[in-house]
């Protein structure tokens, strides 16, 4: 299940795009809010007017974030006209994915979480000149000697997570009777241009979905996206580039459950599962036909070899079941060295395929026979992906599994005894991987995401308890520039994430 990108290819359960993720360049983030205040009522009012760019800020993200991705909250606002200070007492909280103040997700940087005064304070109520009181210090930002609240020095502010209040003065004279001003708030993020927010989307099912994949491809001069999940009772969903719906492949597949799913650049679409199924389309999803399958044991992933032909597929499933096509629709069995079932298949090329499974399985093809692989571990192997480098040469592969298993080899890349065991930082089992070497997910039970930011792995927030089974990604072809991470579980759940 490979698709190449000049950098990266992502495989086995996990989809990709021809401009995969890159590295992010500087782990900070940045959100642009104005906040109002007023003298008279005793008041001070946050929102976002804008999201632009910061000039000569030198990061990657910045982002109008008030009530999306931070949210400043006074309280105790009061006005001294005897000393003339309006003060108000300020707190920050973390409305991302990601924890703030550190870049891996893991240690807390030094730099805390600034929220410093872009603009301002300006009169536009009154007369006369506020200034900032109190500040924790000055520093350039987007100015030189600019203003600043300092928080969560030294400490990570976790997702959701609220900042101590800080108590916010400004001089102020007794002619004035409003003011506003412009905030960032800057912070260290472990992956600042990755995703920042998950949304669940409405469900279109209540049954349980296990595999997705969203691919943009070319017929032609005309761009497609085109994604497809499939899961329990014969459910079929599909994307057009903006809208998940059910799907009628008017196949009697009703009392089949569907396990994994796989899609080539030229438009076919496969579908696994129960007692030997495999569901065919040789024209994106246009019309369905079942293919003839010589075992009857329940299949559970697909994968074809990379390129937009995608002749040479690969299904594996219960008991070690291994089915090869070289035209891509005549499967026959191969010999497997081993019985233990195989839940995922991938490669990166017809003579450089992988399969694994059940208590760390692990099986290469040459392009003439399958051998064992000592992969190190005895945990279930559930996804994986991998990656070149621009000459093609393979770099890396990961494995995840139960127990919060990750697994990596590099040199020899997939050989017995090359791979490591990394930290995972959960001990939740882990179903579904993809992404690129500095911009890495995996998904799995109770709504767990880790990321991997090419330094270390660390807890995203997903907002389900959803047991997450795959993730895939992909360029959306109407937003240049914009990747969309789509996981799917439980329940008919469905996330949307975007970078």
Not at 206 to 231: C, D, E, M, Y
Not at 241 to 255: H, V
Not at 360 to 381: F, P
Not at 448 to 455: C, E, K, L, M, S
Request: a negative charge; glycine letters at 14%; aromatic letters at 10%.
């Amino acid at each position: 299940m490979y698709r190449a990108s000049p950098l990266v290819i992502v495989w086995l359960v996990a989809a990709c795009s021809d401009s995969g993720p890159t590295a992010p360049r500087a782990p900070e983030f940045s959100a642009a809010i104005t906040c109002q205040a007023s003298v008279t009522a005793g008041t001070v009012t946050c929102g976002s007017p804008r999201a632009a760019p910061l000039p000569g800020m030198g990061r990657d993200v910045t982002l109008g974030g008030q009530g999306t991705y931070v949210q400043l909250t006074s309280s105790g606002t009061a006005y001294n006209s005897g000393t003339q200070v309006f003060q108000t007492d300020v707190t920050v909280q973390n409305l991302i994915v990601q924890p703030m103040n550190s870049a891996d997700g893991l240690t807390a940087d030094a730099g805390g979480i600034k929220v410093f005064f872009n603009t301002g304070p300006t009169v536009t109520g009154g007369t006369g000149v506020v200034s900032v009181k109190n500040p924790d210090g000055t520093a350039t930002f987007t100015a030189a000697n600019q203003p600043y609240y300092l928080y969560s020095a030294g400490s990570l502010l976790a997702a959701g997570g609220t900042t101590a209040s800080k108590t916010w003065q400004f001089d102020c004279p007794t002619t004035v009777t409003q003011f506003q001003f412009t905030m960032f708030v800057t912070t260290k993020l472990p992956a600042d241009q990755s995703v920042l927010l998950w949304t669940a989307l409405t469900s279109l099912t209540t049954h349980n979905l296990h595999s997705v994949r969203v691919q943009s491809f070319s017929t032609g001069f005309l761009p497609i996206l085109s994604g497809w999940a499939v899961g329990d009772a014969g459910t079929v969903l599909h994307y057009d580039g903006s809208t998940w719906s059910s799907f009628d492949t008017k196949r009697p597949i009703g009392a089949i459950n569907l396990y994994g799913v796989d899609a080539t650049g030229s438009g076919a679409v496969y579908a696994v599962g129960d007692n030997g199924t495999i569901l065919y389309s040789a024209d994106t999803g246009t019309t369905w036909s079942f293919l003839s399958s010589p075992v009857f044991t329940t299949l559970f992933a697909v994968g074809h070899v990379g390129g937009s032909g995608g002749q040479h597929v690969f299904i594996v499933g219960e008991q070690g079941v291994i089915l090869h096509a070289t035209d891509g629709v005549t499967f026959a069995s191969q010999t497997n060295p081993a019985t233990d079932s195989l839940f995922i298949t991938g490669g990166f090329a017809d003579t450089n395929f992988f399969a694994a499974g059940h208590a760390g399985t692990g099986l290469r093809w040459n392009n003439v026979t399958w051998s064992s692989v000592n992969t190190g571990t005895a945990a279930s192997l559930h996804a994986g992906g991998g990656a070149t480098d621009n000459t093609g040469l393979v770099t890396d592969i990961w494995l995840v599994g139960t127990g919060g298993t990750i697994i990596h080899s590099t040199s020899p890349v997939g050989a017995s005894g090359s791979w490591s065991a990394l930290t995972s930082n959960t001990t939740a089992d882990l179903f579904g991987m993809t992404g690129g070497p500095t911009d890495l997910f995996a998904v799995g039970a109770s709504g767990t995401i880790q990321h991997y930011n090419g330094v270390a792995w660390s807890p995203m927030a997903s907002g389900s308890t959803a047991a997450l089974s795959d993730i895939t990604f992909d360029a959306n072809i109407a937003l240049p520039g914009v990747i969309e991470y789509w996981a799917v579980g439980s329940g008919g759940t469905i996330l949307h994430g975007t970078r």
